[in-house]
Every structure is written in C-alpha cells, then in structure tokens.
C-alpha cells in the first residue's frame, strides 16, 4: 500500500518576484506583487515532500465558473518548479509585460520566465516579516548594524542590506521567521554564494 502524505497550500512566486494571483475580471492567472500579509487568490494543494513530476490543480480563491487547466509539475533545479500542461508541450510562463505582467502558457521551452518558487504558509509569513520594519529588528550579528528590510529582486534574489539573498537556497531560514512568535528571537544564518560564509542575521520580533 503506498504512503498518504497531507496536501498543504502553496503559493507561488516568479522570475520577477510577482505572484501567481487570480483575476477576476478575465478568470485566469494573474502576476501580481509580493504583498506583506497580502494571500494571492490562486493557490494549489500539493503533497509534501514533492514526488515529481505530478499532478497540479490550481484553486481559486473566489469561485468563478471559467475551469483552470491542469498542470504538471516539473523539478527546474534549486528547489524550482515548471508547471507543463497536461497533456501538451506547453508550459506556464509569466511575462513581464508593461503594466501588472502577463501569465501565458505560449512556450515550449521551459527558460527563467516559466520557473516558479513554490511558497509554504510559513514562507509567506516570513517573508512578510523581512519586508516590514514594525515587524522584526534585523542586526548583523559580526558588526551589530541594524539592517533595512530586504529588496526584491529578479532571479529569486533578493537583498538584505548589501547581502545577496537567494530565496530557494534560504527557504528552511525564511520558513523560521515565520513561524517566530511576537517577543521571540533567533540568529539566522542565511545562505550565500557557495564561496562565501553563511550571514548571519539576528532576528527580534516585537510585543
């Protein structure tokens, strides 16, 4: 008999650091950008630990009659997904077109735009927190400088003061900040490049 893993919701997040989100108005994929505390609308219940590639059906959070169609998930290294039609050589591609951006499905060879960072419960928290000053003090812990929050940046890097923050590298980090409760703290060491010393953050969040 093969082993039953939970389904837990994930959110996703593209080459330009928008999310995938849902239009109402044209009942289909939406890019939209990361907002503190802010849940998209377009989410998928996967099993955990991923056993790809597998099925994946998108949900909305406001019903619309318009069906999605369904994908397969797809390993694009560094714990990044493609999402390939069911079915088709056809894969899920955000464009960074003027204006919010365009989803489309208008390729067949999978590049940087058709990978997405798959984003737990946890990982949307912390990254609220690293976005918001009132929301946690971040210190260097080797000079004891008070950081600014992190930058979004393109590629799945961000920025934290003049550190570079690979996000799929550091999601177990950023999965720990989320689930830091208030007048709690903790010393991350966030990864870096390969040739570098880990960074080490000391996270305080407030009353």
């Given at each position: 008999?093969?082993?039953?893993?939970?389904?837990?919701?994930?959110?996703?997040?593209?080459?330009?650091?928008?999310?995938?989100?849902?239009?109402?108005?044209?009942?289909?994929?939406?890019?939209?950008?990361?907002?503190?505390?802010?849940?998209?609308?377009m989410s998928?219940?996967?099993?955990?630990p991923?056993?790809?590639?597998?099925?994946?059906t998108?949900?909305k959070?406001v019903s619309?009659?318009?069906?999605?169609?369904?994908?397969?998930?797809?390993?694009?290294?560094?714990?990044?997904?493609?999402?390939?039609?069911?079915?088709?050589?056809k894969?899920?591609?955000?464009?960074?077109?003027?204006?919010?951006?365009?989803?489309?499905?208008?390729?067949?060879?999978p590049?940087?735009?058709?990978?997405?960072?798959?984003?737990t419960?946890?990982?949307?928290r912390?990254?609220?927190?690293?976005?918001?000053?009132q929301?946690?003090?971040?210190?260097?812990?080797?000079?004891?400088?008070v950081?600014?929050?992190?930058k979004?940046?393109?590629?799945?890097?961000?920025?934290?003061?003049?550190?570079?923050?690979?996000?799929?590298?550091?999601?177990?980090?950023?999965?720990?900040?989320?689930?830091?409760?208030?007048?709690?703290?903790?010393?991350?060491?966030?990864?870096?490049?390969?040739?570098?010393?880990?960074?080490?953050?000391?996270?305080?969040?407030?009353?």
């Amino acid at each position: 008999m093969s082993q039953t893993f939970p389904k837990t919701q994930l959110w996703f997040m593209d080459w330009h650091s928008r999310v995938l989100d849902h239009d109402p108005i044209s009942d289909y994929f939406s890019p939209t950008p990361f907002q503190p505390g802010v849940y998209p609308g377009m989410s998928a219940l996967i099993a955990l630990p991923l056993n790809l590639p597998c099925d994946i059906t998108f949900t909305k959070l406001v019903s619309m009659p318009r069906p999605l169609p369904v994908f397969e998930a797809h390993d694009a290294e560094n714990g990044l997904l493609f999402f390939q039609l069911k079915g088709h050589d056809k894969f899920l591609k955000s464009v960074p077109v003027p204006g919010k951006g365009e989803i489309n499905t208008d390729t067949s060879i999978p590049k940087n735009w058709e990978r997405f960072l798959p984003m737990t419960e946890d990982v949307m928290r912390g990254l609220s927190t690293l976005l918001t000053p009132q929301s946690a003090s971040l210190i260097d812990v080797a000079t004891g400088k008070v950081l600014p929050p992190v930058k979004p940046g393109v590629g799945f890097l961000w920025s934290l003061g003049e550190t570079p923050l690979p996000l799929a590298a550091n999601i177990q980090n950023i999965e720990q900040i989320g689930r830091l409760p208030a007048r709690h703290e903790a010393e991350i060491s966030f990864i870096r490049n390969a040739d570098q010393p880990p960074f080490r953050v000391h996270v305080r969040r407030p009353s």
